[in-house]
């Protein structure tokens, strides 16, 4: 497994841009492939956009696609989450994932086996 520490989460207003980093320990990186989820409390976690090994392939909701853009920088072991136009609905705790075995199509929770802690998203209207 990898060790994920996400950062870059705030409180902004609608219509603002903010961009999360998830730095990864390791020396296998390019390794695995990367998402990004997010959760309200009391509701499941829910799949926002994947990204494959070396960046070929990305992968996003419905809810966030064209606003949102995910990223990787294998040398410097760091995935990002670039959020454009951001609604009151994108509030949420953001969560970076990754594994080995699967692909950027891999949109479920349980195909995920390394997660970061979580940094809150707030957007108010």
């Known amino acids: 497994q990898v060790q994920l520490v996400e950062s870059g989460g705030g409180l902004v207003q609608a219509g603002d841009s903010l961009r999360l980093s998830c730095a990864a320990s390791?020396?296998?990186?390019?390794?695995?492939?990367l998402g990004w989820f997010r959760q309200v409390l009391w509701e499941d976690r829910e799949f926002v956009a994947t990204i494959s090994r070396i960046g070929g392939s990305t992968d996003y909701a419905d809810s966030v696609k064209g606003r949102f853009t995910i990223s990787r920088d294998n040398a410097k072991n760091t995935v990002y989450l670039q959020m454009n136009s951001l609604k009151p609905e994108d509030t949420a705790a953001y969560y970076c994932a990754a594994t080995k075995y699967g692909s950027a199509s891999s949109r479920a929770v349980y195909d995920y086996d390394s997660w970061g802690q979580g940094t809150q998203v707030t957007v108010s209207s």
């Open positions: 390791g020396r296998t990186f390019s390794s695995y492939v």
